[in-house]
Nanobody
């Protein structure tokens, strides 16, 4: 059974930082491209960042220079370090794993507000 379990979401003030984690099980983690997406209230789910199985990274323009995605294959975990957070970063953040098949986590809430 494949599981992607996100953690690290919280309420943070503008300008603050958070680190999200996604622990994967039931897959050969090193084979999978891992990504983070987010969905704000009333909006469609959008791409945030990706790290491929070859560790190539890609970011949405809205988070470039502020967010960093990384992976630890020994721990079957992908991370999203989020700095200089803005109110518009408020969303449920979802972990995604893709290699022929697409898997999603349940999401973790990030709220940026003073």
């Amino acid at each position: 059974q494949v599981q992607l379990v996100e953690s690290g979401g919280d309420l943070v003030q503008p300008g603050g930082s958070l680190r999200l984690s996604c622990a994967a099980s039931g897959i050969i983690f090193g084979d999978y491209h891992m990504a983070w997406y987010r969905q704000a209230p009333g909006k469609q789910r959008e791409f945030v960042a990706q790290v491929t199985s070859f560790r190539y990274t890609n970011y949405a323009d809205s988070v470039k220079g502020r967010f960093t995605i990384s992976r630890d294959n020994a721990k079957n975990t992908v991370y999203l370090q989020m700095n200089s957070l803005k109110p518009e970063d408020t969303a449920v953040y979802y972990c995604n794993a893709w290699y022929r098949v697409n898997y999603w986590g349940q999401g973790t809430q990030v709220t940026v507000s003073s």
